[in-house]
């Protein structure tokens, strides 16, 4: 008998449940660890969109989380998306002093459509406080765009090109994903202590694109959980490509659900149902 590894999502509420806080303890069911969450903000949202957004005080998510901690040992803690400034450093704040194995950023801060979902105190808190932070982070094209202050790349030269300044911001580790290239192939880019490598991966059609992000991150810091403590160096990318061989097939199976009338959830049980 192996012992299970505890995880934890801190972030917001989809009642879709296809991203947010559920998206994230799905996964980290489907992948064998078992989620705790923290909530930062209740959402009014469905798989057309998000109508309405109530943050949870600072206070309360440092409750939450000082409670959570007093009683479970966690390996491994994902972050998502954070709108304020004071809530980066109560996050950092209690992660600082009671640390686990791993932490992963999914610095949250562009919507599907384009739109910037915090402001610009936000996004300093996000690049400043949480991405020195983590070990990993899994920006999309415009969420590193943000970070650099800089335009989208539109091209495979161009995500390279991008990479060094992320890694400058203080991760280990970065994910740099390719969905939001044209083309039939949406490769992310991962950059290691030891360098960096393209992690192909054909593209999928469909519209079943809720939550992806959530799903990835939460997928990786499953995985990472489960490394031994005395895994091999190159272990940490082994697991962010066994996260991403499973968030495609999530993607593959997500035709057989019937969630909502916009854009659907992926299945993030597609190995269990």
């Not at 309405?52 to 000082?66: C, H, M, S, T």
């Not at 040992?73 to 709108?83: F, R, T």
């Not at 996050?91 to 686990?100: D, Q, Y």
Request: hydrophobic letters at 45%; charged letters at 20%; one cysteine or more.
């Amino acid at each position: 008998m192996t012992s299970s590894v505890n995880v934890l999502t801190i972030a917001g509420s989809d009642p879709s449940g296809g991203a947010g806080i559920q998206a994230d303890l799905k996964t980290f069911s489907a992948l064998g660890a078992y989620g705790t969450s923290v909530i930062t903000a209740l959402t009014a949202q469905n798989t057309q969109g998000v109508r309405g957004v109530y943050p949870i005080p600072a206070d309360f998510i440092r409750a939450q989380l000082e409670t959570l901690l007093d009683d479970v040992e966690l390996d491994a803690v994902k972050i998502g998306m954070v709108a304020s400034r004071e809530v980066a450093e109560v996050i950092a704040e209690v992660l600082g002093k009671r640390r686990p194995r791993w932490i992963v950023l999914d610095p949250v801060m562009v919507a599907k459509s384009g739109d910037v979902l915090v402001d610009d105190a936000g996004i300093r808190a996000v690049r400043d406080i949480l991405v020195p932070l983590a070990d990993v982070i899994t920006p999309n094209l415009p969420e590193a765009a943000v970070l650099l202050d800089a335009s989208p790349p539109s091209s495979l030269d161009a995500m390279e090109a991008m990479l060094p300044g992320l890694t400058r911001l203080g991760a280990p580790y970065v994910v740099l994903k390719g969905g939001h290239l044209r083309g039939e192939t949406c490769p992310d880019l991962l950059a290691t202590p030891s360098g960096h490598e393209w992690l192909p991966a054909s593209r999928i059609q469909t519209e079943n694109l809720h939550g992806t992000g959530c799903a990835l991150s939460s997928a990786i810091t499953a995985c990472l959980a489960k490394l031994p403590t005395d895994a091999p160096a190159n272990a940490p990318t082994a697991a962010i490509g066994e996260a991403k061989k499973w968030l495609h097939a999530a993607l593959e199976a997500s035709a057989r659900l019937s969630v909502g009338k916009g854009r659907g959830p992926v299945h993030h049980f597609h190995a269990w149902w």
